[in-house]
């Protein structure tokens, strides 16, 4: 049994920061990939960066050059840092820890509220 937490979501004005984390407690057989994805209201969730064990880190358009994910593989954690952030960021955010060796297996957060104002 594996459960996910995430922190670090808030409120912030436009240009601000928020560093939110994503920790899966219990074992995992093995990460294939971290991720992280939003959803707005009103439109379906999307995802916003995403960190391949063996092919690299992707970030959506909209979020490159501002947000970055980075990970700690000895505690299953894996980090958004969002800068610049926008009122166009405002989402539920979900951290993703996906497990690829029957199917792909996500392991879910529970969503962490990003609210950004003008």
């Known amino acids: 049994q594996v459960q996910v937490v995430e922190s670090g979501g808030g409120s912030v004005q436009a240009g601000g920061s928020l560093r939110l984390s994503c920790a899966a407690l219990g074992s995992i057989f093995r990460i294939d990939a971290m991720g992280w994805y939003r959803q707005a209201p009103g439109k379906q969730r999307e995802l916003v960066a995403i960190?391949?064990?063996?092919?690299?880190?992707h970030y959506h358009d909209s979020v490159k050059g501002r947000f970055t994910i980075s990970r700690d593989n000895a505690k299953n954690t894996v980090y958004l840092q969002m800068n610049s952030l926008k009122p166009e960021d405002t989402a539920v955010y979900y951290c993703?820890?996906?497990?690829?060796?029957?199917?792909?297996?996500?392991?879910w957060g529970q969503g962490t509220q990003v609210t950004v104002s003008s």
């Open positions: 993703d820890f996906r497990n690829d060796y029957v199917y792909p297996y996500h392991y």
């Open positions: 960190d391949y064990s063996r092919d690299g880190i």
